[in-house]
């Protein structure tokens, strides 16, 4: 297996969800040919409600997608991001289509 990210999308189209937002990510493999496939969707429980979250959501949402080494997002705050980078994963803030974005990743 080659990078493994998770996206933030509303409509599975389009990077367009706030990281502590998600109700769901959209994981994606690399292949060898440097190209995605979808390989599931993946339910969360959001973790932001205003300007407020929970810590035990956002240790439940950073074990869900752990297998991943990067996180496609509209915007993540700086908690969220330090957490990620503390489990070596990194955030791209990339707001495009899901292909461009992913593109992107490989460039």
Known sequence: MGFRVAVASSDGKVVNTHFGKASYFLIFDQMQDESYVLIEKRDVK??????????????????????????????????????????????????????????????
């Open 46 to 107: 959001p973790v932001c409600n205003g300007h407020e979250h929970s810590e035990d959501d956002l240790q439940d949402l950073l074990a869900a997608i752990s297998d991943c080494q990067g996180v496609l997002v509209r915007r993540i705050g700086a908690e969220a991001d330090l957490a990620l980078r503390c489990q070596g994963q990194e955030a791209y803030i990339i707001t495009d289509y899901i292909p461009s974005a992913l593109r992107i990743l490989t460039e």
